[in-house]
């Protein structure tokens, strides 16, 4: 069975000079003493994320460090030390090594998460491996897309899990190891109990030569603006996630961090296990789903410094009242970010008067591997602002200059589309399978992201709307995002969602759909009352034309709601 970097090119492998090509004008930048740091932790041994994450701090005093604290659904707790974690996570590549798995092939793994799953991930990297980390609410639809788009040869899983993989089999030829952390052993399935495997493995684990451009993570996109893609990401990412977990999340040694993001989306292998371990913070992962109680209940008891969550997260958690936050003692928490939609302004100001601490808005892409741009934490968050870009990152307001690839700077103020220069360590390497598509992302040395924003004189960076998503009614362009910020500041709106519905006479009509606060009654004259502040605050141009009352909004896996399926649906 092939290695991943055989595998599966379908022009990845060309893909892989044009990145290395434009990184060199980048290795002067800010990661220069990374990455000489780094490199000489590992003498001969290339660049490691493991080896960067782990080995490099297990040994000496910094061993004995807490890095890993899992809170069961239980509430019991376990703790790895790093020397821990390197024992376990050693046993797990001479596992991977002993079942004749050789660098290159992936190594995805299906489950909640448990500590088995971070386990894995670093195990396999510290092999030489690829990880994909798949999401364990998945239905067996997107299993079998994803493992037979990365060509898994491993499978980490539960008995629970498995069920859902068991009829996929006929399928998945190239799967030839599944592992179940619960215990189902059936040898001639290739299903194997995890555990007395584990037990057998050697604690003691040399890692290979590692070449920071090989392959090491595929992540999946959530799928909002189409099919999920396979994207590739290499060991060199070590670099872009080490400076942000130091310059935008603040991390140190002494820090108690806390990522809510799930492992099956990128922020959770990249914010929750790696980068936080790399800046030697102590890393809290907790196996439940969200409860607002429990979620407050760990900040407070676990004496949490550094929080990242997400703005639908966040949502749910401003439907208390503020009564509800003072119960618990938050003076530890010093830090709150969010990622993975646009933070709307009101949420901001929320965090201050609930948790203590304003929220400050990240912003990234699964293809940038990395926090791009951010409301730092040396610098007050502006309410609604994406914020600027982190050292090392050039970013710029562009716009297409007619057919082809002509593009040109915007100005201050003016909409255009988000990009970045190329060649920063945690660029994506490829997608899997469309390499075309991954070429068409750039256009002369820039990474265009898709996204619409401005940029004001000072260089704060302000999210618009993605391109795909912005509506043409009656020779005006509305950003959806503008139109659902202003309808999130009506006190009895929970979430919003607008979409261009077709209209013969205006090419798009905005409709708007709104989820209330519970207890709060849908009404016609509730209504107009929403409509008539929309007007106010954005003008009769601007502002929507339908107001559709929705119980619950169409959300990904991810909990971000997808408006081609509200405007499927209309």
Known sequence: MAPYREGHNDGNQRQSSSPETMRTSIDRTAWQDIRLALVGEAPGRGLNLAHAAVTRHAFGPQGKRPALRWISKASGTRQWSVADLERDSNRFANLLVGLGLPPGQVVATL?????????????????????????????PEPILHRLMASRAA???????????????????????????????????????DLQPLLAEASEIFSIPDTDPESP???????????????????????????????????????????????PGWVTGVVYGMLAPLMAGATLIVDEAE???RRWLQILSEQRVNVWYTSPSALRRLMTLPLSFFHQYDLKALRLAFSVGEPLHATVVDWGRDALGVPIRDTWWQTETGGIM?????????????????????????????????????CGPGQVGELAFSAGWPSMFRGLIGDGEHYRRRFVDSWYL????????????????????????????????????????????????????????????????????????????????????????????????????????????????IVRRWLAEQS
């Not at 894995?120 to 690829?130: E, I, P, Q, S």
């Not at 519970?518 to 106010?536: D, H, K, N, T, Y």
């Open 373 to 409: 741009i951010a409301n730092g934490p040396h610098v007050a968050p502006r309410p609604g602002a994406m914020g600027s870009p982190v050292d090392g990152i050039q970013a710029a307001v562009l716009h297409r200059t007619g057919p082809g690839n002509g593009i040109a700077p």
């Open 290 to 292: 969200f409860d607002a």
């Open 154 to 192: 491993a499978l980490v899983t539960t008995r629970r899990q498995y069920a859902k993989v068991r009829d996929l089999r006929p399928q998945l030829a190239h799967l030839a190891h599944i592992l179940v952390i619960d215990g189902v052993d059936d040898r001639k399935a290739g299903v194997q």
């Open 216 to 262: 090491a993570l595929i992540h999946f996109t959530s799928g909002t603006t189409g099919m999920p893609k396979g994207v590739v990401h290499v060991h060199d990412a070590a670099l872009h996630h080490l400076l942000t977990a130091r310059q935008v999340l603040d991390l140190a040694a002494s820090d108690v961090f806390w990522c809510t993001a799930d």
């Open 449 to 560: 992201s898709g996204d619409l924003a401005r940029c004001d004189a000072d260089g704060t960076f302000w999210f618009v709307g993605r391109v795909d998503d912005m509506i043409k009614t009656a020779g005006h362009l509305v950003s959806p995002f503008e139109v659902e910020s202003v309808l999130l500041e009506y006190p009895d709106v929970y979430e919003a969602g607008v979409v261009g519905i077709p209209d013969n006479h205006l090419g798009q009509r905005v409709r708007a759909y709104i989820s209330l606060h519970p207890g709060v009654a849908a009404s016609e004259a509730l209504r107009g009352r929403i409509m008539a502040f929309a007007r106010q605050r954005l003008g009769s141009a601007l502002a929507p034309r339908e107001i559709v009352f929705t119980a619950a909004m169409p959300k990904n896996q991810a909990g971000k």
């Open 111 to 139: 489950c909640e998460r448990v500590p088995e799953l971070y386990l894995t991930a670093l195990g396999a990297l510290k092999a030489g491996m690829v990880f994909s980390a798949l999401y364990a609410s998945y239905g």
